[in-house]
């Protein structure tokens, strides 16, 4: 599955898709941002609830597929900033990190 079709198959929010087509492969729920960088697999939705700029560095280290804000959150404007500038997928749910991460694992396996 892409981001663009698990975004639209979720029904999650599209804050910047710098690679609609990337594929997902899975998912890693965390915020603390060095425990990601060293955790999160390749191709990932990594979802948090963290929103500023490192966000988006940590993305590109961990090269993950795209990052989930969860539980409502929004992308500050230098996170957003950071996603265009380092081709980083930024979506978003109001659901919390647990239920995100559920419907995805669900998704994935159908």
């Known amino acids: 599955m ?5 975004a639209a198959r979720l029904g999650w929010t599209e804050f910047h898709l710098a ?18 960088m060293g955790r999160a697999g390749q191709d990932c939705a990594w979802f948090t609830i963290m929103s500023n700029q490192n966000v988006a560095a940590v993305a590109l280290m961990a090269d993950v597929a795209c990052v989930v804000l969860t539980e ?12 265009g500038e380092k081709g980083v997928n930024l979506l978003g749910t109001a659901e919390d990190t647990f239920t995100a991460a559920v419907r995805l694992a669900r998704a994935l396996e159908e």
């Open 19 to 36: 690679d609609p087509e990337r594929r997902v492969s899975g998912g890693y729920a965390g915020d603390l941002l060095s425990w990601v």
């Open 2 to 6: 892409t981001v663009q079709q698990a």
């Open 72 to 83: 409502g959150v929004r992308p500050d404007a230098d996170l957003l900033r950071r996603a």
